[in-house]
């Protein structure tokens, strides 16, 4: 039998410049438009603390928020290729900046990322702030998040498509990112301050990275996220309890104050102030992605090899190569029109990324370049000449029925599901209901008709359904309750 459950745990375990609203503290990174100008040293020490929670050493876990992370394959690469720079950037000379400014954090740690596979509103309506505090707080009673405590920092990446407000401003027009906390609860029930970054994902109906003076959404990513990194783990309970570090005279954060950006091991990243507001910026040493950063030695990479690109529609494509040594990740290099761009970047295991958003018919070119800290060496160029026009499928006409099934607990923190096989299925879904909407949590084969779902809390009630599918035919089975005993269940 298939365990469910274990894979939605590891599917969880998935800029106006920021602005001081005085009445009600919220910060909100504004967009290209708006930003400051650099400032110039002060004599006078403006940055001051204020007596607030600092991350000392922040523990970071990057949450990938909607299916689209897992369901889309260009996305999924994405999501990897962040879980490394978010791994990077808590322990590389970015953290180290920050200790030598006197801020009095340092470096940290990161968990895997996990991803929320909810299906998110991709109207204009979009999805509130509350609503993605309360995505975390579910993630983190059902265990598919980790814990939070002292230094716990969720950075949430919001999948395309999708608005996000934070009260009266939006990610449409008002932000690319936020920082926040909370007050929650442990999957024990005991109270925690629950800190988090929110990024929405660059593009319609949120602006476009071009618009922003950004080369990819990764550039516009990783920058973004390197802002509010900074911001959280030295104000980390902005909106929510005493302040960290913070401008008074200038009415913001470390990272407010400048619009400096530069490149740190091959990662755009946002400059910061000191605390008389002089631009700061991290020391590139030259190391392996995700090192120590202690003074890095020559890094010598090869040109990645066998190169090639495929159409996989009329506006994307794939490209696959063979990996080489000592690479901390690899860059997409596409040229169209005589203007070459980073259409994409990947961790250092992968040897294959997708790039969309391509014009219908057009001959495009792409380079794979891996890179090391400062260190580069680019692949030889493949050309791709899409098609007009992508087919499109017949309609699937398949009726399906209903699954009947049926639940019972195996132990504490377990429990069965069966059901008869439906005629015609594809396959079958399986969704559990965490209180306030349907949460996908995997997928079976057509062959399969029983599931065993694991670490659920003993003596909790759990809703699961099953549906059937076949192309976009689908056929839902009644929700069925099941409730775990509070003691494990022993004998035959």
């Known amino acids: 039998m298939t365990s469910l459950w274990s894979r939605l745990r590891k599917l969880f375990v998935s800029d106006a410049e920021k602005k001081l609203n005085r009445a009600n503290r919220t910060r909100t990174r504004c967009f290209s438009a708006g930003r400051f100008e650099q400032l110039e040293s002060r004599e006078l020490l403006t940055v001051t603390y204020h007596g607030g929670a600092l991350l000392n050493h922040v523990e970071a876990q990057s949450v990938y928020l909607g299916s689209d992370w897992s369901t889309n394959s260009a996305l999924t690469s994405q999501a990897a290729a962040l879980d490394t720079y978010v791994g990077y950037l808590v322990n590389s000379p970015y953290m180290d ?18 991803t929320l596979n909810l299906s998110l509103n991709k109207t204009t309506t979009g999805i509130t702030d509350q609503q993605i505090q309360a995505d975390i707080q579910a993630g983190i009673s059902a265990r598919q998040l980790q814990q939070p405590d002292a230094n716990r920092l969720y950075v949430v990446y919001v999948e395309p498509g999708v608005v996000v407000k934070l009260g009266s401003d939006s990610s449409r027009t008002g932000f690319l990112g936020y920082h926040g906390a909370f007050g929650g609860r442990s999957s ?5 301050d629950i800190r988090y970054d929110v990024l929405p994902y660059p593009g319609t109906p949120n602006p476009t990275p071009g618009s922003q003076g950004y080369a990819s959404p990764m550039d516009e990513l990783t920058s973004v996220t390197s802002h509010e990194l900074a911001e959280a783990v030295t ?13 008074d005279r200038l009415n913001g954060e470390i990272g407010d ?5 530069t ?58 190569w063979v990996g080489v040594a ?4 690899y860059r997409i290099l596409e040229t169209l029109g005589g203007t070459t761009t980073v259409a994409a970047t990947v961790a250092a295991g992968a040897t294959s990324a997708t790039v969309s958003g391509l014009p219908a018919g057009a001959t495009v070119s792409f380079k794979v370049e ?3 800290g400062t260190t580069v060496a680019d692949s030889t160029s493949v050309s791709l000449t899409l098609p007009t026009s992508t087919p499109t499928p017949p309609p699937t006409t398949t009726t399906l029925t209903a699954p009947q099934v049926s639940s019972s607990p195996i132990s504490s923190t377990s429990v069965a599901l069966s059901w008869h096989a439906v005629a015609g299925a594809q396959g079958y879904r ?32 759990s809703q699961l359904l099953v549906q059937a599918y076949a192309g976009a035919s689908v056929a839902n089975s009644n929700w069925i309750t099941v409730a775990t005993p509070r003691r494990s269940i022993t004998g035959g």
């Not at 024990?188 to 925690?192: K, P, Y």
């Not at 104000?235 to 401008?247: E, H, I």
């Not at 000592?326 to 990740?329: I, P, Q, R």
């Open 188 to 192: 024990s029930g005991a109270a925690a």
């Open 257 to 261: 104050l400048t619009s400096v950006e």
């Open 326 to 329: 000592n690479a901390g990740g």
């Open 430 to 461: 399986v969704y559990w209901w965490n209180g306030y909407r349907a949460v996908f949590i995997g997928v079976v084969g057509a062959s399969t008709t029983s599931v065993t779902i694991v670490g659920l809390s003993p003596g909790s009630t």
């Open 370 to 372: 891996a890179f090391s």
């Open 235 to 247: 104000d980390p309970d902005v909106n929510y309890k005493s302040l960290g570090w913070y401008d």
């Open 97 to 114: 900046m920050l200790t030598t400014a006197g801020y009095g954090v340092g470096r940290g740690t990161s968990s895997a990322g996990a």
């Open 263 to 320: 490149r740190l091991n091959g990662y755009l990243v946002q400059s910061l102030v000191g605390k008389n507001d002089q631009v700061i910026s991290p020391v590139n040493t030259g190391g392996n992605s995700g090192g120590s950063g202690g003074g890095g030695g020559t890094i010598t990479l090869s040109p990645p090899t066998n190169v090639s690109a495929s159409a996989l529609s009329s506006t994307s494509a794939v490209i696959r």
